[in-house]
């Protein structure tokens, strides 16, 4: 029986999905979003364009699952850091990942790509360094979107120095008194 196209030969390993999904975002990394193409994911891979399709039913689908694998990487800080530099760590990591991938991250803040995997991976993130503050949930909600719009903002202005740190540690303080519930005194 003749092989059905789009199928590897019998001789050829079968395609991860692991592989296909660091291939797609090393590609996204080096070529940029915008010249990113499933033919030339598969090109890259040595398979038919249709192989893909086994595993991702859309281009969307694809990016949608390169993100999540993307953010995978985003571990949540540990051990007994206090809250701030759990905070750091976590922005730290954060701005060297949207870095190395602002094409996707642009796509993501866009809302190109679906964000439920990356956001979930952030929140579960941010959630285990703020857990010992007490923060009310429209607070907590304030703190997350704010440290979420500061960092995307510092990875896609495209300024690769360490600057950031000095506005994020104003934000750290912000969030310390907003969960201490004390305004310091104004020096006049």
Known sequence: MPRRPGRPPRSTP????????????ALIAAEGLGRFSVRGLARTLSVDPMALYHYFPSRSALLAATADHIF?????PTGSQSWQEQLEELAAAYILLARQHRGLIAALVQGDIPLEGPVARFEAALTSALE????????????????????????LAADDSEQWRAGFAILVAGIGVTASGTVPSSSR
């Open 14 to 25: 079968a395609l991860q999905p692991a592989q296909v999904l660091a291939t797609a975002a």
């Open 72 to 76: 995978a990487g985003l571990d949540t």
């Open 132 to 155: 010992g503050l007490t923060l009310s949930p429209a607070a907590r909600a304030a703190v997350r979107d704010l440290v979420a719009d500061y960092l995307n903002g510092v990875a």
